[in-house]
């Protein structure tokens, strides 16, 4: 049986400090769970005690691992999720969750290639469509444009990441439900107040009809 201990979430950081006893935090334990319902990850801390020594020597292993892995992060993240998707092959549920989770880490990390590209997209799209009133009177520009943006962004991945894989196969089919999730989330500040602009007088006969 395995003795517990509540920590404050002080004491997690304190461990960074490797000098002192092993009294306290040594390390931190990182849980990670899929929760399939809401496409999401949940991640769950938990302070370990003790073999201060060795948990200092684990560090500086992993530091000169993590160096070694900088290039190409996208793509080292995206692999590791199609492998998990690949092993659950059996469950199309749980396939589209990893599916999901890992274009969304993809289009999520803003400094790297594709992710970089998009994030741009994004914020010139908010520039443009800055104007409710004005933006107003452009529909349907804003959605045509929209949809640009998820095209190309759809296309990218197919290009990049599909050649032709086999391991591929089961997970690109998620890609473009994805994508369309994650871009409408980004812009959905954006859109919403244009089109009910845009609509606010056939709202408004609509409630006084009701």
């Known amino acids: 049986m395995v003795k517990q201990k509540k920590h404050r979430f002080l004491d997690l950081f304190n461990c960074l400090n490797l000098g002192g006893s092993d009294d ?36 500086d292993e992993f530091k000169l691992k993590s160096k070694s892995l900088k290039e190409g992060l996208h793509n080292n993240y995206f692999e590791d999720e199609m492998e998990e998707a690949d092993s659950m092959s059996s469950n199309p549920f749980q396939v589209e969750v ?15 290639g594709l992710g970089k590209k998009l994030a741009q997209d994004i914020y010139d799209f908010k520039n443009a469509f800055k104007n409710v ?14 949809y640009i943006i998820i095209g190309e962004v759809v296309d990218s991945l197919f290009k990049e990441f599909n050649s032709g894989r086999k391991e591929m196969e089961k997970v690109m089919p998620y890609c ?12 959905h500040g954006t859109i919403y107040p244009i089109y009910r602009q845009k609509t606010q007088e056939q709202e408004m006969v609509f409630i006084a009809k009701r």
């Open 24 to 59: 306290g935090v040594t390390a931190v334990k990182i849980i990670v769970r899929t929760n399939e319902t809401k496409s999401v990850r949940v991640a769950k801390l938990r302070g370990l005690v003790g073999a201060r020594e060795e948990v200092k020597k684990f560090i």
């Open 98 to 112: 990893c599916a999901d989770y890992a274009f969304y880490k993809i289009l999520s990390l803003e400094k790297y």
């Open 133 to 146: 009133e004005e933006s107003a009177a452009l529909v349907p520009l804003p959605i045509k444009n929209l």
């Open 176 to 187: 473009r439900v994805s994508v369309e999730k994650y871009v409408c989330e980004k812009l």
